[in-house]
């Protein structure tokens, strides 16, 4: 049963433009919305992560959109760069000890040059 | 900064045979992770410790098991590998409550296991 649903699978994008990726819950529980960038041959990496007590949060060319009552969030990458091609991958936990995420199933993002 | 090691990058098994996948990080978190990564279905969970000798399942834990003898260092043992088993494995840790990333989990570059 797959708690976070994530899309688009892959996504091509021109070096300057807009990149979003979209991901849904179902667990109203889940109160830390993280996302992680993962190049090829490395670990995921935590890029940038939100509270559902904010509507958005913004560091440098990243942006996360939360809605709450609708239960979805979302990343944006603002002039997006070649370097910036990845996988990336929306997670949500609920705020234990553990720190347990679930992931969604990950987005190949290639910025064409 | 916080270093995950995993023992192999790559790691080629016969079917049947004990896998061992062994994780270490040098940042004395009590909390460590074993994902496998799959085209289609992201990280799943297989198995979490969160002391030394404490483990809890996963969402995918069958065919596996894990070992935290140490503060440092959690294996990942598959028993008798099957092929379904073929994966890339990720480690991963996170710090206490009350450090400043307790929210973020620290990976390790992953095992890419291929079993035969």
């Known amino acids: 049963q797959q708690q976070v649903k994530q899309s688009p699978q892959s996504l091509i994008v021109q070096k300057g433009g807009i990149s979003i990726i979209n991901c849904a819950y179902e667990?109203?529980?889940?109160?830390?919305f993280p996302w992680y960038q993962q190049f090829p041959g490395k670990g995921p990496a935590l890029l940038i992560a939100i509270r559902p007590d904010v509507s958005e949060k913004k560091e440098g060319r990243f942006t996360i959109s939360f809605n709450k009552s609708a239960k979805q969030f979302s990343l944006h990458i603002m002039d997006s760069q070649p370097g910036d091609s990845a996988t990336y991958f929306c997670?949500?936990?609920?705020?234990?000890?553990?720190?347990?995420?679930?992931f969604g199933t990950g987005t190949r993002l290639l910025v064409s040059p | 900064d916080v270093k995950v090691t995993q023992s192999s990058r790559y790691l080629v098994k016969r079917t049947g045979e004990k896998v061992f996948l062994e994780c270490v990080q040098d940042m004395d978190h009590e909390n460590m992770f074993w994902y496998r990564q799959d085209p289609g279905l992201g990280l799943r969970l297989i198995y979490f410790?969160?002391?030394?000798?404490?483990?809890e399942k996963g969402d995918i834990p069958e065919g596996y098991s894990v070992s935290r003898e140490k503060k440092e260092r959690f294996s990942l043992i598959l028993e008798s590998a099957s092929t379904n088993q073929t994966s890339m494995y990720l480690c991963a840790s996170n710090p206490p409550p009350g450090t400043s990333s307790y929210n973020e989990q620290f990976f390790g570059p992953g095992t890419r296991l291929t079993v035969l």
């Open positions: 667990n109203t529980a889940f109160d830390y």
């Open positions: 997670a949500a936990s609920i705020n234990t000890g553990f720190q347990k995420l679930v």
């Open positions: 410790s969160y002391d030394v000798k404490m483990k």
